[in-house]
C-alpha cells in the first residue's frame, strides 16, 4: 500500500491533490499546533516540579489531531483515545478550563475525578476519553449506528493508536460500523510505540490500514506528520460517511516523539537513532515551511504566536494555584438523583475527618 503524502518533509506540495483551505484557516491550524507543542512542554514541565501530578504530550502528533478537526463540521462528535486535546482546543474548549483541571482545583470541570489530560467536554462534541484501551472504538461505532438511526446528519471520528489495534475493541468496532453502514471515521494514531511495546509486536500485517480490506472497509495510509494528507483524508472519508457509504478506516504513520506519559522514560527502551529519524520529520517545521512558501506566514511569527500563548497561560497558572481544592461534597455528585444513605453516611464521616485535620 502506497502512503498518501501531499507535504513532503521539506514543505514542498503535490498541488494536484492540495486541499482547498482558506488562508485564514490555513494559519488558525498552525496557531493550534503551536499551541498543542507549547502545552506539552508546560505540561511536563509542571509535572517535574511537583506542581501537576500528570501529563500526557502528543509532541510530534500535532498534525493529525489539528489536521482532522479542521476537516470535520463542528456538530460532528469526537471520541478521542487521548493525544489528541488540539481537537478541543481548535474548537474552542477554554484553556482556563484546562489549567484548572490540570491542578485538580476547585474551577476544575471535571471535579478532580479524572487524570490531568484526560477531559472531555459536551458542549464541544469532544467525548470523556475512557481508560481501557480501544473502548471508545465501540461507543463510536455505537454512537454511529444512533445518528443513522435518528437520521442526524452528522459524522463521528475515534482515535486510537497502534497498540488499540490488537484490542477486541478494535474488531468489534470496525466489524460492527461496516456491517451497519455508520457514519464513523476509523483514525488509528500508529506513533510506532504502545509505551514500550513496538508496532512490531503489534502486528504481522504489511499495514495497519490493510486491516481494513477483511472488514469490506476501505483504508487508506496517510503520512501522519503531513496535516494537508490527514486534512484531505478526513475531509473526504466524512463525505462518504454523511452520503451514508459508511466508515473508512484511516492509519497515519506517525511518531510519539515523546514519552507515553509523564511516568513513562523512554530512554529505557527506544533507540536514539529511531527519534532522531523522526525529529527531523517534524509537522510543524513542515507546515511552517510550506506556509512561508504561500506568503501566508512570515518569519518571525512563529515565535509570536507562542510568546502569546505563553504569556496567556502563565496567567492562567498563575490563578489556578491559587484555587482550593474540589469541595467534598463534588465526590459524590453527579451520579445519583437523591444520594443513597449509605453515601450521605461515608460523606459525613470524611467530612468529619476533614473538620478534625484541619
Ligand atoms: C485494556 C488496557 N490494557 C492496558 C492499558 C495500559 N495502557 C495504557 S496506554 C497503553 C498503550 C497504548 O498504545 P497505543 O494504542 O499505541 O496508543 P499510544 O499511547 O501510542 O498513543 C497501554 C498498554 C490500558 N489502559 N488498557
Ligand atoms: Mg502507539
Same mark, same amino acid.
Given at each position: 500500500?502506497?502512503?498518501? &503524502?501531499?507535504?513532503?518533509?521539506?514543505?514542498?506540495?503535490?498541488?494536484?491533490?492540495?486541499?482547498?483551505?482558506?488562508?485564514?484557516?490555513?494559519?488558525k491550524m498552525f496557531e493550534y499546533?503551536?499551541?498543542?507543542?507549547?502545552?506539552?512542554?508546560?505540561?511536563?514541565?509542571?509535572?517535574?516540579?511537583g506542581r501537576i501530578s500528570f501529563s500526557i504530550p502528543s509532541t510530534g502528533q500535532e498534525a493529525t489531531q489539528i489536521g482532522a478537526v479542521a476537516a470535520l463540521n463542528s456538530?460532528?462528535?469526537?471520541?478521542p483515545a487521548y493525544r489528541e486535546p488540539g481537537m478541543a482546543f481548535y474548537r474552542g474548549f477554554p484553556l482556563v478550563d484546562l489549567v484548572n483541571h490540570w491542578f485538580i482545583n476547585e474551577k476544575d470541570p471535571q471535579k478532580g475525578r479524572r487524570l490531568?489530560?484526560?477531559?472531555?467536554?459536551?458542549?464541544?462534541?469532544?467525548?470523556?476519553?475512557?481508560?481501557?484501551?480501544?473502548?471508545?472504538? =465501540?461507543?463510536?461505532?455505537g454512537a454511529g449506528f444512533a445518528y443513522k438511526y435518528?437520521?442526524?446528519?452528522?459524522?463521528?471520528?475515534?482515535?486510537?493508536?497502534?497498540?488499540?489495534?490488537?484490542?477486541?475493541?478494535?474488531?468489534?468496532?470496525?466489524?460492527?460500523?461496516?456491517?451497519?453502514?455508520?457514519?464513523?471515521i476509523?483514525?488509528? &494514531?500508529?506513533?510506532?510505540?504502545? =509505551?514500550?511495546?513496538?508496532?512490531?509486536? &503489534?502486528t504481522g500485517a504489511a499495514s495497519l490500514a490493510d486491516k481494513a480490506k477483511g472488514y469490506g472497509l476501505p483504508?487508506?495510509?496517510?503520512?501522519?506528520?503531513?496535516?494537508?494528507?490527514?486534512?484531505?483524508?478526513?475531509?473526504?472519508?466524512?463525505?462518504?460517511?454523511?452520503?451514508?457509504?459508511?466508515?473508512?478506516?484511516?492509519?497515519?504513520?506517525?511518531?510519539?516523539?515523546g514519552p507515553h506519559t509523564s511516568s513513562d522514560d523512554p530512554t529505557r527502551y527506544?533507540?536514539?537513532?529511531?527519534?532522531?529519524?523522526?525529529?527531523?520529520?517534524?509537522?510543524?517545521?513542515?507546515?511552517?515551511?510550506?506556509?512561508?512558501?504561500?506568503?501566508?506566514?512570515?518569519?518571525? &511569527?512563529?515565535?509570536?504566536?507562542?510568546?502569546s500563548f505563553d504569556i496567556e497561560i502563565n496567567t492562567l497558572i498563575a490563578k489556578a494555584e491559587e484555587y482550593r481544592p474540589p469541595a467534598l461534597e463534588t465526590l459524590f455528585s453527579d451520579v445519583y438523583s437523591d444520594l443513597p444513605w449509605h453515601l450521605k453516611e461515608q460523606l459525613d464521616e470524611i467530612a468529619s475527618l476533614q473538620r478534625r485535620s484541619i
Open positions: 500500500m502506497s502512503m498518501l &503524502q501531499i507535504l513532503d518533509s521539506s514543505g514542498n506540495n503535490h498541488p494536484e491533490l492540495e486541499p482547498n483551505i482558506p488562508e485564514r484557516k490555513l494559519v499546533m503551536i499551541l498543542v507543542r507549547l502545552l506539552d512542554e508546560k505540561g511536563m514541565r509542571l509535572q517535574r516540579q456538530e460532528d462528535w469526537i471520541f490531568p489530560g484526560l477531559f472531555g467536554s459536551k458542549k464541544y462534541r469532544y467525548v470523556n476519553p475512557s481508560a481501557p484501551i480501544g473502548t471508545q472504538i =465501540i461507543q463510536a461505532a435518528l437520521k442526524e446528519k452528522i459524522v463521528n471520528i475515534v482515535f486510537f493508536g497502534d497498540g488499540a489495534t490488537s484490542s477486541s475493541d478494535f474488531h468489534s468496532g470496525l466489524n460492527f460500523g461496516a456491517v451497519f453502514k455508520t457514519p464513523t476509523f483514525f488509528c &494514531q500508529n506513533n510506532h510505540w504502545a =509505551i514500550s511495546v513496538p508496532l512490531s509486536k &503489534q483504508g487508506i495510509q496517510i503520512d501522519g506528520n503531513d496535516i494537508l494528507a490527514v486534512y484531505h483524508a478526513v475531509f473526504e472519508a466524512a463525505k462518504r460517511a454523511r452520503a451514508g457509504e459508511g466508515p473508512t478506516f484511516i492509519e497515519a504513520v506517525t511518531y510519539r516523539a527506544r533507540p536514539k537513532k529511531d527519534l532522531e529519524k523522526w525529529l527531523k520529520l517534524d509537522p510543524i517545521k513542515r507546515f511552517e515551511k510550506y506556509l512561508i512558501s504561500k506568503k501566508f506566514l512570515k518569519n518571525g &511569527q512563529t515565535n509570536k504566536i507562542r510568546s
